[in-house]
């Protein structure tokens, strides 16, 4: 496909390249076929090398170099033989030129999961007031229970305990996208989402985040604000370099903590854990 329609965290949006595209099965239930997109992506080949801003890097991560200029950020993806791409978003802005050296690369843009991947997807979340948070989402009686924390430490496994014991569904495996609307939190699953992808395009209303630990016994507590706002920023996925994009992400945690609770769970991974937590959040009203 040449065109290409997505949903991403309730936002649509188009994009158009001269060359097919192709879509794997952990994308496909994103796309759509919206008429009237909120942002509009136009892949252009060029004819060579693409141009460094003369600005100073103003930080990097492991896909993209970031060029503050004074229309908005540079987003490029380097290479051997320098930007492999170049975008520039700007707040407000709707249509992206994503300018990409094919001369140089050929055939690096063949899948909408490459052109995903190297677009300012964070920025553009969070100027529509929505993170991606590093997590795992289980789904019972229509809420859904988020489990994160650092690699390794089992939110897979608990989602999975909540699923065998519960019957819960596993819709978000990695990465969660919360996004705040007028009438509450809700909260979206997203394509790049580890190793195993899960049922992950649903819409669901988050009743409870659970930070998890590994520990001797199922312990679990409420977490005031500060250290719950503190495990959230830890595992959120933003610039950290970005001391604008940091703060806009401290706000909108802090907004979401009046409405939705966060816990510390420390657990073994055993069907206690699942009793443990979900009793607590009985007691608390956030489960029915």
Same mark, same amino acid.
């Given at each position: 496909?040449?065109?290409?329609?997505?949903?991403?965290?309730?936002i649509?949006?188009?994009?158009?390249?001269s060359?097919?595209?192709?879509?794997?099965?952990?994308?496909?239930?994103?796309?759509?076929?919206?008429?009237?997109?909120?942002?509009?992506?136009?892949?252009?080949?060029?004819?060579?090398?693409?141009?460094?801003?003369?600005?100073?890097?103003?930080?990097?991560?492991?896909?993209?170099?970031?060029?503050?200029?004074?229309?908005?950020?540079?987003?490029?993806?380097?290479?051997?033989?320098?930007?492999?791409?170049?975008?520039?978003?700007?707040?407000?802005?709707?249509?992206?030129?994503?300018?990409?050296?094919?001369?140089?690369?050929?055939?690096?843009?063949? *899948? $909408?999961?490459? /052109?995903?991947?190297?677009?300012? +997807? %964070?920025r =553009?979340?969070?100027?529509r007031?929505?993170? @991606?948070?590093?997590?795992s989402?289980?789904?019972?009686?229509g809420?859904?229970?988020?489990?994160?924390?650092?690699?390794?430490?089992?939110k897979?496994?608990?989602?999975?305990?909540?699923?065998?014991?519960?019957?819960?569904?596993?819709?978000?495996?990695?990465?969660?996208?919360?996004?705040?609307?007028?009438?509450?939190?809700?909260?979206?699953?997203?394509?790049?989402?580890?190793?195993?992808?899960?049922?992950?395009?649903?819409?669901?209303?988050?009743?409870?985040?659970?930070?998890?630990?590994?520990?001797?016994?199922?312990?679990?507590?409420r977490?005031?604000?500060?250290?719950?706002?503190?495990?959230?920023?830890?595992? *959120? $996925?933003?610039? /950290?370099?970005?001391?604008?994009? +940091? %703060?806009? =992400?401290?706000?909108?945690?802090?907004?979401? @903590?009046?409405?939705?609770?966060?816990?510390?769970?420390?657990?073994?991974?055993?069907?206690?854990?699942?009793e443990?937590?979900?009793?607590?959040?009985?007691?608390?009203?956030?489960?029915?």
């Amino acid at each position: 496909m040449r065109t290409f329609g997505m949903t991403l965290g309730g936002i649509s949006m188009c994009g158009r390249g001269s060359e097919p595209l192709e879509a794997g099965d952990a994308l496909t239930p994103f796309l759509t076929a919206d008429a009237a997109p909120e942002l509009e992506i136009e892949i252009c080949p060029g004819g060579g090398a693409l141009p460094v801003p003369a600005e100073p890097l103003a930080g990097k991560d492991l896909l993209l170099y970031y060029y503050r200029t004074q229309e908005g950020m540079v987003c490029q993806s380097m290479g051997r033989f320098g930007p492999v791409s170049s975008v520039c978003w700007a707040p407000g802005r709707r249509r992206f030129a994503f300018d990409v050296n094919e001369r140089d690369y050929p055939h690096i843009f063949e *899948t $909408v999961e490459k /052109v995903l991947q190297l677009f300012p +997807v %964070r920025r =553009v979340l969070l100027e529509r007031q929505a993170v @991606l948070l590093h997590a795992s989402q289980a789904v019972l009686d229509g809420r859904g229970i988020l489990f994160t924390a650092p690699s390794g430490t089992g939110k897979t496994t608990q989602a999975r305990l909540w699923r065998d014991t519960l019957g819960a569904d596993i819709v978000c495996n990695d990465r969660v996208i919360l996004r705040r609307h007028a009438e509450g939190w809700k909260s979206y699953g997203f394509p790049v989402d580890g190793d195993e992808p899960a049922g992950n395009w649903g819409v669901h209303r988050p009743a409870a985040i659970v930070v998890l630990s590994q520990g001797p016994e199922n312990r679990v507590a409420r977490l005031r604000p500060g250290p719950a706002g503190a495990r959230l920023m830890s595992q *959120t $996925v933003m610039d /950290v370099w970005d001391g604008e994009m +940091v %703060r806009e =992400v401290m706000m909108l945690w802090v907004r979401l @903590l009046e409405e939705i609770p966060v816990y510390a769970l420390s657990c073994r991974p055993d069907t206690d854990a699942v009793e443990t937590l979900y009793q607590q959040l009985r007691r608390d009203g956030a489960m029915p």
